[in-house]
């Protein structure tokens, strides 16, 4: 009795969910597109290989599986797949542990904030989009 506060409304938790998880992949996924050669020299810079390539991954997953999950298509595999994605940025874009104070700092949040969310995707992934969403279930 005490766990079912919510229960009749965990449809729209689940929307809601799904939006705020991808209020920041779809934001910044418009801008790495609307500024894409600026995005793939920046890709370039951190010595990622393939830079323009690189860039186009950073796009399809931000902004292109963002809203493929905010509309809940394919919610369960693509979020397992942002998941990964999104820990691999975490390894490959915020090495606090090679870094000095006080870069050092924002950093480290920046790689806990993107493991936090990799938290949120795995359990978005077992639960489902819920029924507001393409893939109603």
């Not at 050669?37 to 963002?66: C, D, K, N, Q, R």
Request: net charge positive; charged share 15%; proline share 4%.
């Amino acid at each position: 009795m005490r766990y079912t506060l919510l229960e009749g409304r965990k449809d729209g938790m689940l929307l809601l969910a799904r939006i705020l998880l991808m209020i920041l992949f779809v934001i910044f996924g418009w801008s790495k597109l609307t500024g894409f050669s600026g995005t793939a020299s920046y890709m370039a810079s951190t010595g990622l290989p393939l830079p323009t390539l690189s860039a186009a991954i950073a796009v399809i997953m931000e902004f292109v599986v963002g809203m493929a999950i905010v509309i809940g298509f394919y919610t369960r595999p693509l979020a397992l797949v942002l998941g990964f994605y999104t820990l691999a940025a975490a390894i490959i874009g915020h090495q606090f542990w090679n870094m000095d104070d006080p870069e050092r700092i924002g950093a480290m949040i920046n790689f806990y904030k993107n493991v936090s969310i990799a938290g949120g995707l795995l359990l978005l992934c077992i639960t489902g989009p819920g029924k507001y969403s393409l893939d109603r279930k």
